[in-house]
C-alpha cells in the first residue's frame, strides 16, 4: 500500500468517477446512476413484491430470520468478546470517545470462527445475491454495540459516498446487513432509514483528511450531509425506523440514508453488521487521491465468493 505522503489529492474529480463528492464548496443533489436491483424473482428466496418494496424504499425487513439457538450462539460470542480486554488495543477495536467502552469491532468474519458462520449465513448470503444479481463477497463486517445509558449515536449519512471516494467502490451495487442479536426497540436507539433517499446522491463538502477513518469511526465530519438536503428527503420521504426482535434482519441499499439516536434506555443493543458487495463491483484506487483505508474496514484483497462453504 502506498503511504499516503506520497500520494497527492486530488483538486478535481477523476475521469473515471461517477459520483464525485468532496470536491466542490457547495453542495449537489443528483439521481443515482446504477440500478438498485440486479436479480430477478425465482432467482433466490425474494418475492417479486419484495423486490419491488427494496427498489422503492431502500430496505427490507425480517422478523427472526434466524433461530433463538442461533441467536444464542451469536450473543455469547459478542459478550465474550466484549469481555476481552486485549481486543480494546486493536486496531480493528473502535472506542467511545467519552465513556472508554467499545463501540465497533471490525472484520469478526475472519477472526471470529462464530460469527465467520453469521455472515457467510446461507439466508443472509442468498438474499444479497439476489438483490446484487451476481456471487458477492464480504467488503466489511463489524459487531456495533450501542449499550444500555450510554450507546452514543451515528449521524445521518450514505455508506456509499464513503465507501465511494475513501474505498474506491465504483457503483451502487452494495447491500448492508443489520443483524438483531438484541431487541430492536422504539426506544433504544434503532436503526432509522430515509426510504426513497437511496434514489438521489448528495456529496458532501470538506477535502477528506490523509487517515481520516482513524477520527471517522468515533465521531464522522467529514462526509455527512448537510441540514438542508437532509429536512427536503425526509419531508420527501419521510423516516422509517425498523424493530423487531432478536434474530430480525434488515437489509439496506448502500446509498440509502440512515442513522440512529443514542440508547439512554436500560436495554442494550448489539447488532451485526455485514456488507455484501459485489464481485463485479470491486474497488479500484479511492476517488478521494488518498491511500485506501485498511483492509479490515474494506476489503481489497480477499473476493472469494461468500457461502456457508466457508463458515
Known amino acids: 500500500m502506498m503511504s499516503t505522503a506520497t500520494v497527492p489529492i486530488l483538486q478535481r474529480p477523476r475521469s473515471d468517477d461517477r459520483y464525485p463528492s468532496r470536491f466542490e464548496p457547495h453542495v449537489r443533489v443528483s439521481n443515482r446512476l446504477d440500478p438498485v436491483v440486479h436479480g430477478q424473482p425465482g432467482a433466490g428466496p425474494l418475492t417479486a413484491s419484495q423486490l419491488h418494496f427494496y427498489e422503492d424504499n431502500g430496505y427490507l425487513g425480517f422478523d427472526e430470520l434466524l433461530s433463538a439457538s442461533e441467536v444464542s450462539s451469536y450473543l455469547e460470542e459478542l459478550d465474550r468478546l466484549r469481555a476481552d480486554a486485549s481486543l480494546r488495543q486493536h486496531d480493528t477495536a473502535v472506542i467511545e470517545p467519552e465513556s472508554g467502552e467499545l463501540r465497533s469491532l471490525f472484520a469478526v468474519h475472519s477472526s471470529s470462527v462464530v460469527l465467520a458462520s453469521l455472515c457467510h449465513h446461507p439466508k443472509l448470503v442468498e438474499i444479497a445475491k439476489q438483490l446484487l444479481g451476481s456471487e458477492v463477497y464480504i467488503h466489511q463486517s463489524r459487531i456495533n454495540y450501542k449499550g444500555g445509558f ?39 436507539g434503532p436503526l432509522m432509514l430515509i426510504p426513497g433517499s437511496h434514489q438521489r446522491y448528495v456529496t458532501c463538502v470538506g477535502a477528506t483528511p490523509e487517515d481520516h477513518y482513524k477520527a471517522s469511526l468515533r465521531k464522522q465530519e467529514v462526509g455527512v450531509p448537510d441540514e438542508a438536503s437532509l429536512t427536503r428527503m425526509v419531508s420527501e420521504f419521510g423516516i422509517a425506523a425498523p424493530i423487531g426482535p432478536a434474530g430480525s434482519v434488515t437489509f439496506f441499499e448502500c446509498n440509502v440514508m440512515h442513522g440512529s439516536n443514542s440508547n439512554i434506555t436500560p436495554m442494550p443493543r448489539s447488532n451485526v453488521f455485514v456488507v455484501y458487495n459485489s464481485v463485479l463491483n470491486k474497488p479500484v484506487a479511492p476517488f478521494c487521491g488518498l491511500a485506501p483505508r485498511p483492509n479490515y474496514i474494506a476489503e481489497r484483497l480477499d473476493f472469494t465468493p461468500a457461502g456457508p462453504r466457508r463458515g
Open 150 to 188: 450510554r450507546g452514543k449515536e451515528f449521524y445521518w449519512h450514505s455508506d456509499f459516498e464513503t465507501w465511494h471516494v475513501e474505498d474506491g467502490v465504483p457503483a451502487m451495487r452494495m447491500v448492508s446487513c443489520s443483524i438483531s442479536l438484541t431487541p430492536n426497540t422504539p426506544h433504544n
